[in-house]
Each structure stands twice: as C-alpha cells, then as structure tokens.
C-alpha cells in the first residue's frame, strides 16, 4: 500500500465538488445509518477479530459496517440523488480509466468498515478518502510482513489518496486485509483498476503533472 504524495487539480476537483455536495444533504436526518451486520464498531475493527477471520473462510466483504454505501442496490439513499451519484462515477471512472466503482460510502462519527480481504473482487486498488479534523483511519495487515500499518486522515480538509493491489482467493500470499474507522464524517471513494500497466499510467497522471 502506498499513500500518494500529490493530488491532479483536475481530480482533487472532482473530489471537492463531491464532498461538498454529499456534506450539503444533510446526510444524518435523511438515511438510516445504523450498523449493518453482524460485528460492531470495537469487534469489527479489532484485531482479535481478524486473526478469527483468517482461521476460517472469508468470502471477501465486510461482516459488518456503519455508515451509507451509494454503491449498492437496493439504494439506500433518497432517488433524487441519483443523477449525481451517477455524475461521480462518470468523472471518476472517466479521469481513472477504472473497471468499476468498489466503494462509495459516507461514513458518521462512530462509523467503521469491519475488517475484510476483498478477495471475491481481487485488482488494483486506488481509495481516497477525506476527513475535516484526521480523525479517521485506514488500518491494513501488510501481505508480506503480517505487520498492522494504521494510516490516520491527514486533516486540515485534505485529501488522501492510497493505492495498492488486492489479492483474490488464490493468491493466499497477496490478502490485503484492511479497516476503517473515524470519529467524524468521513468519505471514502474506491476504485479497481483493470490493468497494473493501466493503474502505473494512472498514478503518473495524479502525481506527475
């Protein structure tokens, strides 16, 4: 997993009219966000509870969640925000050269991501994620070292952009198992690259411009 040192203007346009627009909804009084799933907030992020998944098989999502996903169907969000939604994912996939869209989610203070694998969707990975204060963090078990590495939000209404390659079921030796957790609204945004020479070109053009 490597974390981004620049951001493209162009992108980090894209991003801002995303996170300002999905801050303006009022997102709280409008969705229900309470937890989906079968672990809470302290278990599904601990890392008890990961050494427990990897006893046993794992297809891949999360077991358990609290926040909004504008990713999924049925839409858990109201109809009239379908047309941005959709917008978002014409820019972004546009700007990426991505497959598909993997994650779109609003997280509340108190919201998580339990930990998962993502073998069941394996690819090259670019998330970007935003927090006002840096009071959230992506946390990921490092495939080779089986070390725990904690990336916390950088704050000061920045940014951050990591990138990186999930391994599939059968490359046992590839598992990139991660979590996410914040103590305010935070925003993450993730998408699958096809190819690696695809996702190299992409990375250039965020970075080197």
Known sequence: MRVLSKINPELLEILEWWKDW????????????GRQGIVDVEQGTS???LEQLKARIHEGYPEGSRGLSLGVEPKQYPEEWTPVV??????LLGFLGAKYGAVKMYYPKGGFLGWHNNANAPGYNIIMSYTENGDGYFEYEDPDTKKLVRLQDPGNSQWTIKVGYFGGHDEQDKLFWHTARTNEPRLTLAYVIPDQWMWEEMIMDIEDF
Do not use: G, H, N, R
């Open 22 to 33: 999905i801050f303006a909804q009022d997102v709280e009084t409008k969705v229900d966000l």
């Open 47 to 49: 890392p008890e509870y």
């Open 86 to 91: 959709k917008d978002l994912d014409k820019k």
